[in-house]
């Protein structure tokens, strides 16, 4: 699947090669012209493993510039953007309000990636492992990034990262944020 490469509206399903949504054994390529940004709002509702509001499950992947408004709502591995992520984040943000039980985060639910200039704003609840910008947070780089919403939740519960093992965490202040953020 492959936009027309015609015009660089990617949100308009007539431009689609085939006129038809794009299954999960599609292989999918966005036109890269700076202006191209997934935002995804509405509602996400997931009753297993892996719950994001743009993504369930991100293995060995790259997400740059993306945001998610949606009301997340999950079990285990939920997240504002993605319920378990392995790869690469940078300059993404989420305003999702992110409900779960284990491993519940703002921006992710549970990481093994690198996290970079990215940050949250809605609130955060959960049972276990819950966090404004990470639920559970392994072996992971997160840099330059900062949560602002309310998280609440049981055990291992923090404003930032709910519970770390083997992670490297590197925050400024939220000023200099902001400032490398909107660059």
Known sequence: WTGNMGTSDWKDCGNWEQGKVPTSSSTVVIPDNGDIQPIVSGNVTGNGLWTGGLVGFAYWGTITSCSSSATVIGTIYTGGLVGDFIGEMSNCASSSTVTGTDATGGLVGYSSGTIDKSYATGDVT??????????ENYDSNISNSYALGNVEGNDYVGGAIGLNSYGKIEFTSIATLLDQCSK
């Open 126 to 135: 959960g049972t276990e492992d819950v966090g404004g910008i990470v639920g």
